[in-house]
């Protein structure tokens, strides 16, 4: 048995999430919650957003599935999710973008799946004024950050059977941080010659994800990028309702779905819980309960193959808990 930390979340994020719980309990998965609630809600209770039990929960169980939180905005208060992925070194965020078969999207054939490096870039948080004339943000990439993602995508595509590596980046421009991250991506595919390397500047990427989406296998790539080109390819697909996400460290593991809270479709029992649950597919198979996390899997694609229940985002009318029902329907 595996105790999992849960955090509900803001937004969307209770709704999303216990549907996932749902779902995951009716696969029959091995799991015992452990409910720990972070977000906007706990400022009045804890004066943070995130109180330290919630990170301790993280540290004794290891593994944490968690909805969107939102960040107090303007109160000095360092985002969330930043602040979770750097506190556990979480230094890996892996997005897989994959077509639904009978979902109705820009593109049918998508296979991909992307790195993004989770602890620094323009998210260091190193940021200063320069008086009132204007403000500075710095860009920080270091070798060893470099090296441990670069390594994990040429792990990842190893382990699953992909093909190649292409490391994104602005080296052009950025001659010195980016170029830093380009060459060590080409040090560590030295040593990963088996499986094929290469490298595209991010706004060609940008260009070349709209146009041929399908040449794409393992895209690893700095923290901004990162960001902006997976809202990019989850838009691909079908929305930022489908796309899963997990953060990894060396020691812990915090999945979530890509999408942020929302607001403006929360507590109407309209949100899409497939990027949910599909992060919890993710867990279940990092925790080793494949069986479980493959139920769900074919679950969710007869669903989408079938194509009558659909949530709003898919062009459907379906609410989060008849979507939730239909999909635990499939499973049994
Ligand atoms: P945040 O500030 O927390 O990121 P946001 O308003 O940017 O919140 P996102 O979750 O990033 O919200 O999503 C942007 C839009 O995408 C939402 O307003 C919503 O229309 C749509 N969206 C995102 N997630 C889902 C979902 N799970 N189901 C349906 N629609 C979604
Ligand atoms: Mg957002």
């Given at each position: 048995?595996?105790?999992?930390?849960?955090?509900?979340?803001?937004?969307?994020?209770?709704?999303?999430?216990?549907?996932?719980?749902?779902v995951?309990?009716?696969?029959?998965?091995?799991?015992?919650?452990?409910?720990?609630e972070?977000?906007?809600?706990?400022?009045?209770?804890y004066?943070?957003?995130?109180?330290?039990?919630?990170?301790?929960?993280?540290?004794?169980?290891?593994?944490?599935?968690?909805?969107?939180?939102?960040?107090?905005?303007?109160?000095?208060?360092?985002?969330?999710?930043?602040?979770?992925?750097?506190?556990?070194?979480?230094?890996?965020?892996?997005?897989?973008?994959?077509?639904?078969?009978?979902?109705?999207?820009?593109?049918?054939?998508?296979?991909?799946?992307?790195v993004?490096?989770?602890?620094?870039?323009?998210?260091?948080?190193?940021?200063?004024?320069?008086?009132?004339?204007?403000?500075?943000?710095?860009?920080?990439?270091?070798?060893?950050?470099?090296?441990?993602?670069?390594?994990?995508?040429?792990?990842?595509?190893?382990?699953?059977?992909?093909?190649?590596?292409?490391?994104?980046?602005?080296?052009?421009?950025?001659?010195?941080?980016?170029?830093?991250?380009?060459?060590?991506?080409?040090?560590?595919?030295?040593?990963?010659?088996?499986?094929?390397?290469?490298?595209?500047?991010?706004?060609?990427?940008?260009?070349?994800?709209?146009?041929?989406?399908?040449?794409?296998?393992?895209?690893?790539?700095?923290?901004?990028?990162?960001?902006?080109?997976?809202?990019?390819?989850?838009?691909?697909?079908?929305?930022?309702?489908?796309?899963?996400?997990?953060?990894?460290?060396?020691?812990?593991?915090?999945?979530?779905?890509?999408?942020?809270?929302?607001?403006?479709i929360?507590?109407?029992?309209?949100?899409?819980?497939?990027?949910?649950?599909?992060s919890?597919?993710?867990?279940?198979?990092?925790?080793?309960?494949?069986?479980?996390?493959?139920?769900?899997?074919?679950?969710?694609?007869?669903?989408?193959?079938?194509?009558?229940?659909?949530?709003?985002?898919?062009g459907?009318?379906?609410?989060?808990?008849?979507?939730?029902?239909?999909?635990?329907?499939e499973?049994?």
């Amino acid at each position: 048995m595996s105790i999992v930390t849960l955090i509900p979340g803001d937004g969307i994020g209770p709704e999303v999430t216990s549907a996932m719980r749902k779902v995951v309990e009716a696969a029959g998965a091995d799991i015992q919650w452990e409910v720990a609630e972070a977000g906007a809600a706990q400022m009045d209770k804890y004066g943070t957003p995130l109180p330290q039990h919630v990170i301790d929960s993280i540290k004794k169980n290891k593994v944490a599935i968690k909805g969107p939180v939102t960040t107090p905005v303007g109160k000095g208060f360092r985002s969330i999710n930043v602040q979770l992925r750097q506190s556990l070194d979480l230094y890996v965020n892996l997005r897989p973008v994959k077509s639904f078969k009978g979902l109705k999207s820009r593109y049918e054939d998508v296979d991909l799946v992307i790195v993004r490096e989770n602890t620094e870039d323009l998210y260091a948080g190193i940021e200063h004024k320069i008086g009132d004339y204007g403000a500075e943000s710095i860009k920080l990439i270091t070798k060893p950050a470099c090296k441990r993602i670069v390594e994990f995508a040429f792990d990842y595509a190893k382990k699953n059977n992909r093909k190649k590596v292409t490391a994104v980046h602005k080296a052009n421009i950025m001659k010195l941080s980016d170029g830093l991250f380009l060459n060590t991506a080409r040090e560590v595919a030295e040593e990963n010659k088996n499986v094929e390397f290469d490298d595209l500047i991010v706004d060609a990427a940008a260009m070349n994800l709209v146009l041929n989406p399908e040449k794409y296998d393992v895209m690893v790539m700095p923290n901004l990028y990162g960001d902006i080109l997976s809202d990019l390819c989850s838009g691909l697909v079908g929305g930022l309702g489908i796309i899963p996400g997990a953060n990894i460290g060396k020691d812990y593991a915090v999945f979530e779905a890509v999408h942020g809270s929302a607001p403006q479709i929360s507590g109407q029992n309209i949100a899409n819980p497939t990027a949910e649950i599909q992060s919890a597919v993710m867990m279940l198979k990092y925790l080793g309960q494949t069986e479980c996390a493959e139920k769900i899997e074919n679950a969710l694609a007869k669903v989408f193959e079938e194509g009558i229940v659909l949530t709003q985002d898919l062009g459907g009318t379906a609410t989060t808990t008849e979507f939730t029902d239909k999909v635990i329907s499939e499973i049994k």
